[in-house]
C-alpha cells in the first residue's frame, strides 16, 4: 500500500515537472507552438533583442535567433516588443 502511494505521488511530480518543462519551451515552428499553448497565445520571442512579437508585428517569426512559445510563459521572462 505505501508503496503504490509513493509511485502515485511520484507520478503527480513528474507530471507537474513535465507539463512546466512543455509551457517554458520554445518550439521551431508556430504549428508546434500552436499545438503546446492551446488556447495561450502564440509569440516569437527574439532572443537577441529579448523582446516577443505577436502575429501581425513586422518582427513576427523573423530573426535567426528565437522561437515560438506561449505568450504567458513568455511575458514572464521577455519583453513585448514594439509595434
Known amino acids: 500500500m505505501k508503496i503504490a502511494r509513493n ?9 507537474t515537472a513535465t507539463a512546466a518543462f512543455a509551457a ?13 499553448c492551446g488556447a495561450d497565445t502564440v509569440v516569437w520571442v527574439d532572443l537577441d533583442r529579448g523582446r516577443f512579437y505577436q502575429k501581425g508585428q513586422a518582427e513576427f517569426g523573423k ?14 521572462k521577455y519583453r513585448p516588443g514594439h509595434a
Do not use: R
Open 63 to 76: 530573426g535567426n535567433n528565437g522561437g515560438y512559445g506561449c505568450l504567458k510563459q513568455v511575458h514572464a
Open 7 to 15: 509511485l502515485a505521488v511520484l507520478a503527480g511530480v513528474l507530471f
Open 24 to 36: 517554458s519551451q520554445m518550439f521551431p515552428s508556430e504549428a508546434e507552438a500552436a499545438q503546446a
